[in-house]
């Protein structure tokens, strides 16, 4: 959001952070779960009205679209997460994302900047992680085999992976993430690059 976090107040969502996420969605066919604080400080209603009134359409919301409160006392969105997950029997790792600007599931949060919220390399890296592609994003498929040496080189670590391969923390231009040079048969740059990004 840009101004308050919080939907009583006049903020407002940042234009192309709901465009991204709407995009995630449409090309992976993620659907999205809110698991906002804002369910415990204004509740459900007034949560989902904000959402859909900045442009994140209906059709984009999974139809158990928010996550439970688990514990008034102490919110805690993992918990929340966890039940949500539990309640729907969703069991696979790998299947489902957060973003979020702090890492509330370790393993399963795309991280976004805390001041700028979700830019495209984020976008990029979750709809990698997702299984997905999109030209627009820059996003095309990679072998199975590419995938995990790079997975691997993390340590299993899907998340880092991809944040890897799109440059995320790296902020490389798009025509040189590790992404586009493997897409480009500049695998032994990749390679170099892997090795100094994992200290092997």
Known sequence: MV????????GQFD??????????????????????????????????????????PRTLFH??????????????????????????????TGSWLALDDEDIVPGA????????????REAAAAVRYLGGADAGLGVRALSDSDMDLVRESFSGNRIAACRWLEGVDARAPRSQRPAALLTRDRREEVLRQLAVATGE
């Not at 952070?17 to 209603?45: F, Q």
């Not at 949060?109 to 495209?120: E, I, K, N, R």
């Open 63 to 92: 139809e158990g679209w928010a996550c439970p409160m688990a514990r008034f006392s102490t919110p805690e969105k993992c918990d929340d997460i966890t039940l949500w997950l539990e309640e729907h029997g969703i069991t696979q």
């Open 3 to 10: 101004g308050a976090a919080d939907p009583r107040r006049e």
């Open 15 to 56: 234009a192309c952070a709901v465009a991204l996420v709407s995009r995630i969605c449409e090309v992976t066919g993620a659907r999205i779960v809110v698991a906002s604080s804002w369910r415990y400080t204004v509740g459900y209603k007034q949560t989902q009205m904000k959402l859909l009134e900045q442009g994140l």
């Open 109 to 120: 949060t795309m991280t976004t900047d805390a001041l700028d919220g979700l830019g495209a």
